[in-house]
Structures are given as structure tokens and as C-alpha cells.
């Protein structure tokens, strides 16, 4: 990348009112963390009201990145091919928070293999791609959806909620504003919270280059029944009780919250449009994040689509 300014997108506070996609293709390899695989990946630029689709070029197969299209949540966010469920692409989530971190509406992605790579467990990297491919604003109006009435799915103590923040204007712009809560009995992350209005800005320098996490005693466990078999330092922060075993240290305080800060703004890229509302998560992960938006969408009164609504609304 010798050579190659990093080029930062401009309305850093906001995301304006038009669709994204990127000025041109760019592409990397990496490994997938979970299935320790070499995989290919391509993010090429698409047109408007395209969203964001995930291709397998090994299978042929196409995957919109929508919530319904979430096939497992339990160690990432999968898709699948609603027409051939076996068609899979797995850890999509920290590019997914790239695309919604700095406003990128319609993109194609092509992996050669079952997930996205790992890369260094953050949305840095992905932020570095997508800012050397740089991006042009569409004629179509982005998607905008407005939460109107707070859904809020459990599990024991965890929680997600999203509330309504008051009609979209042309003078607020859409606005996701998250707080988010963890407590875990290991002492070096323990609890921890992490508060955010999402920017471009606030994205790129709060949130984007906090890594994923996984205990010891979790890896070990995992690689036993032959999952994170691409895990490592290099991708993932890994703590042991108090001690955080990563040569480095972390990036930053709250490095923990921070990440799962992130998986919730990819997930929540999964709508398919800017959230516009407050979302609150404790001890929250990928499970909740998708049923919040399944059970968002399930009620016709808790949202609306402005961007369907008349002109003169969002004026
Ligand atoms: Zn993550």
C-alpha cells in the first residue's frame, strides 16, 4: 500500500441524504478465523438500491446482507442463501459496521470461501480498503428508517432496545445514538461501557479499530470441536482472568466495549437502511442484535421507511 494516500470521506458529521457506493473495486486476502481458511476478497462498487450482497464465486451463490437472510448467530453473524441454505458467508459483521460507519448504501462482496476474513478482528483494515477505493454519491435518496415506538428482546439479564429519538428532518439528518454495557466475570474486561452518536467520525476514530475478544478458556474449547481454527494474537484480543495475553496490550480503554459497540453497528447495517433512533444494549451480541431488528420489523407501528414517505416530510 506503499504510496497510496489514505483518503478520508468527507461530511465526517454526517452521512447526507444519498446513496454510496465505492469509486472503485479493491481487494484483499486473509484468513477466516473460524475456518482457518485463506479466502479472497473482492468489494466491488454497485448501483443504487443494490445494498449490500455478499457473493460466493466458489458456489455462484448471491446473499443479500438483510436481516432475514441471518442463518446463526452463535460466534458471528452468518447469511445464508435463503434458496440454498448450505451457501454461507460468516463473519460478516465488522465489514458490515465499515459500510454503515461511513455511509456505504450498495456494494457487491465476493469471498472464495464460507466468511470474510478476519484480517486483524477490527473494522480498521476494512475502513483502510474501502478508503483507497474511495466512493461516489448515487441520485437515489438513502434509505431511512425510523424507529417510532421502543422494542426491546432479552435473554436473562442481556438486553437490546431501540427508541424512537423524534421524527427525521433535512436539519437533524439521521441520527443512531448507542450506548452499550458489558459485564464479564474475567477481571481484565469485567464491565465496561461504551457511548456513541454514530458518525462517520465518531465511527472511524471511537470504534473502528477496537478488536474482537475471546477468553482462553473459550479458544481452547473452540478449537477442540474445530472452530477458530484462524484464531490468534495477530486477529483477537484473548484474556485469561486479569491478564490480557496479547503482547501489545490494548488499542485503547474500554477496547472490549468498544468491539462490541461495533458488532452492533454491523448488525444493525443488517436493516438495510440508517437506523435512526437510540439503541441500548446490555450484555447484548449478535443473537439479540438480529431479533431487535426482526422483532422491529415484525411490528408495522414501531417504524417507518422515510425515505417512501412524501418529500415534504424529510424537507
Ligand atoms: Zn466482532
Same mark, same amino acid.
Given at each position: 500500500m506503499d504510496g497510496l494516500?489514505?483518503?478520508?470521506?468527507?461530511? @465526517?458529521?454526517?452521512?447526507?441524504?444519498?446513496?454510496?457506493?465505492?469509486?472503485?473495486?479493491? !481487494?484483499?486476502?486473509?484468513?477466516?478465523?473460524?475456518?482457518?481458511?485463506?479466502?479472497?476478497?473482492?468489494?466491488?462498487? @454497485?448501483?443504487? !438500491?443494490?445494498?449490500?450482497?455478499?457473493?460466493?464465486? !466458489?458456489?455462484?451463490?448471491?446473499? @443479500?446482507?438483510? +436481516?432475514?437472510?441471518?442463518c446463526d448467530t452463535k460466534l458471528c453473524t452468518v447469511l445464508a442463501d435463503p434458496d440454498m441454505p448450505s451457501a454461507r458467508v460468516g463473519t460478516i459483521e465488522h465489514l458490515m459496521a465499515a459500510f454503515a460507519g461511513i455511509g456505504i448504501d450498495n456494494a457487491l462482496v465476493e469471498v472464495n470461501g464460507p466468511e470474510v476474513p478476519i484480517l486483524d478482528g477490527s473494522a480498521g483494515p476494512f475502513l483502510f480498503l474501502l478508503d483507497c477505493a474511495g466512493?461516489?454519491?448515487?441520485?437515489?435518496?438513502?434509505?431511512?428508517?425510523? +424507529?417510532l415506538r421502543t422494542v426491546? +428482546?432479552?435473554?436473562g439479564d442481556a438486553y437490546a432496545e431501540l427508541r424512537p429519538l423524534g421524527p427525521v428532518t433535512r436539519a437533524s439528518h439521521p441520527i443512531l445514538e448507542m450506548d452499550l454495557s458489558i459485564d464479564f466475570t474475567a477481571s481484565a474486561i469485567g464491565r465496561q461501557s461504551c457511548s456513541l452518536r454514530l458518525t462517520p467520525d465518531n465511527f472511524r476514530h471511537e470504534i473502528a479499530d477496537a478488536r474482537t475478544f475471546a477468553q482462553a478458556c473459550d479458544v481452547r474449547q473452540l478449537q477442540a470441536s474445530g472452530l477458530a481454527l484462524g484464531g490468534s494474537l495477530d486477529n483477537a484480543l484473548v484474556v485469561d482472568g486479569a491478564a490480557v495475553l496479547n503482547p501489545g496490550g490494548l488499542r485503547m480503554d474500554n477496547e472490549f466495549a468498544r468491539h462490541k459497540l461495533l458488532d452492533a453497528v454491523g448488525d444493525l447495517a443488517l436493516a438495510g437502511g440508517c437506523v435512526h433512533g437510540r439503541f441500548i444494549g446490555y450484555r447484548s451480541g449478535h443473537d439479540l442484535n438480529n431479533r431487535l431488528l426482526r422483532t422491529l420489523f415484525a411490528d408495522a407501528t414501531a417504524w417507518r421507511d422515510v425515505t417512501t414517505e412524501p418529500l415534504s416530510v424529510v424537507a
Open positions: 494516500a489514505r483518503l478520508p470521506f468527507p461530511a @465526517a458529521t454526517s452521512f447526507g441524504w444519498r446513496q454510496r457506493t465505492l469509486k472503485s473495486a479493491i !481487494d484483499c486476502v486473509g484468513v477466516g478465523v473460524h475456518s482457518g481458511r485463506r479466502i479472497n476478497l473482492v468489494i466491488r462498487p @454497485a448501483t443504487a !438500491d443494490h445494498g449490500i450482497v455478499f457473493r460466493r464465486t !466458489d458456489l455462484g451463490r448471491s446473499i @443479500a446482507a438483510r +436481516v432475514e437472510n441471518v466512493f461516489i454519491e448515487q441520485e437515489a435518496p438513502r434509505r431511512i428508517i425510523e +424507529v426491546r +428482546v432479552t435473554a
